[in-house]
């Protein structure tokens, strides 16, 4: 299969727990987006990769959160502290390099409930 | 503000009768308008892209229009089977690639 994959796709932690999730994106795609999904929300912008370079980073990314793409292939997002407001789905997604090609391919997701 | 707006918030059809969905938006810049398809427990399902206003794209018993203040989404003689939430998303024209997402019409479809 050659889509994007998530892993783990469930995680369950204790507040206060550190958690990281993985993200590996379509092969040769350069582009790569972190989101956070809420129950009847639309996905929210989290963090923006293009190859290893963290170009845009959102207000949402607190100090708790970091991302990181070290040889511009898979992502990780972990959040340190959690809190039960952290409760939510990480969506990955990635973009081909071609221009004007903008459509982003999501991941299934990683589901995070913080008890 | 950025802002992507979809209405209605969820919608109940019985199967074959048509309608649209909405997505109007109130941004500095666009650069692109997706919509999305997402089933429960899924992540969003890419459907189309249009880029300037007066563009159409079809797809089966979809077609989505976009005008410079909002795009919609026609499903023609709709089945079960497209019963999901369907997302507006719109890529900012401001030199990097920040996508805002709407909050989606949730689709029930009756047979």
């Known amino acids: 299969d050659t889509g994007v994959s998530q892993d783990p796709r469930h995680k369950i932690t204790k507040r206060g727990q550190n958690v990281t999730f993985r993200c590996d994106p379509i092969?040769?795609?350069?582009?790569l987006y972190w989101y956070r999904q809420t129950l009847g929300q639309g996905p929210e912008f989290l963090t923006y990769f293009q190859n290893e370079a963290q170009l845009e980073k959102s207000r949402l990314l607190s100090d708790r959160f970091s991302a990181e793409r070290p040889k511009g292939s898979f992502s990780t997002l972990e959040i340190q502290r959690t809190e039960q407001g952290d409760s939510a789905m990480y969506l990955c997604a990635s973009s081909p390099p071609a221009h004007n090609n903008n459509e982003q391919f999501f991941g299934p997701g990683t589901r995070l409930t913080v008890l | 503000e950025d802002q992507v707006t979809q209405s209605p918030e969820a919608l109940r059809l019985q199967e074959g009768e048509s309608s649209s969905l909405n997505c109007s938006y109130t941004v500095s810049g666009l650069r692109g308008l997706f919509w999305y398809r997402q089933d429960p427990g899924k992540g969003p399902e890419f459907l189309f892209t249009?880029?300037?206003a007066g563009e159409e794209k079809e797809k089966e018993r979809l077609k989505a229009t976009l005008t410079k203040k909002e795009s919609f989404l026609h499903i023609t003689a709709p089945k079960p089977e497209d019963s999901a939430t369907y997302l507006c998303a719109v890529l900012l024209n401001t030199g990097g690639f920040k996508t805002i997402f709407g909050a989606g019409t949730r689709l029930f479809v009756k047979a």
């Open positions: 249009l880029y300037s």
């Open positions: 092969s040769e795609h350069n582009r």
